[in-house]
């Protein structure tokens, strides 16, 4: 018997298509050989330990972006669309979900955020996206950016669902990150 992928379907369907990953469970041994830390050791999820980590200062910065036709655009920038202003309730939101990352991500630890900033850009193509979480903590605030950036993107896509249906969110992730063990990251793209 074939091993079903993530999808739920047999080898050869879509997700096993020529070109295409298929993804498949993890076995206890492989995750215990990879050294995740939210593993325990018998394979199981845990919610790490933080508790003897120094409190630092700590800074994350994530982007997206919402593609949309020309005219999406437009009724975005004009005002035109029939939920009100776009981009003020993507912030609202976007800061509303950093606020409560931990409550998403069963991992994520409760931050004591002291800062989310949420700005936008209109594009040719659709709106970019740029989030930045700060706190001073045991544990680092990328997950509370990322989550801003997509709740926002999300936020976007349904206050212009009745104008567009086929827009895409796409290239969620994290820009840079500073702060705590592992330093200073910066994405080179």
């Known amino acids: 018997m074939e091993q079903q992928d993530i999808l739920g379907t047999q080898g050869g369907g879509a997700a096993g298509a020529p070109g295409r990953e298929v ?3 993890a076995t206890s041994a492989s995750i215990r050989d990879a050294e995740l830390t939210h593993v325990n050791e018998q394979g ?4 790490v330990d933080v508790g003897t980590k120094p409190v630092t200062a700590r800074v994350a910065r994530a982007a997206g972006k919402v593609l949309m036709a020309p005219s999406t655009l437009e009724l975005v920038r004009s005002g035109g669309t029939r939920k ?3 981009l003020a309730v993507a ?7 950093a606020k409560r990352t931990w409550e998403l991500v069963p991992m994520c630890h409760q ?4 800062g989310v900033d949420i700005g936008f850009a209109y594009e040719a193509d659709g ?4 989030a930045t979480a700060r706190c001073k903590g045991e544990t680092g605030v990328e997950m509370e950016a990322l989550t801003a950036v997509s709740v ?7 206050m212009c669902k009745s104008h567009q249906r086929d827009m895409v969110i796409e290239r969620v992730r994290l820009m840079e990150k500073d702060g705590g063990r592992s330093g200073h990251f910066v994405r080179e793209d």
Request: glycine residues 6%; without cysteine; neutral net charge.
């Open 111 to 114: 931050v004591p955020l002291s």
């Open 23 to 25: 993804m498949r469970p």
């Open 91 to 97: 912030q609202v939101a976007g800061i509303m979900a």
């Open 152 to 158: 926002a993107a999300l936020t976007i896509y349904d």
């Open 127 to 130: 709106i970019a996206i740029e």
């Open 84 to 86: 009100g202003d776009v």
């Open 44 to 47: 199981r999820a845990r919610m």
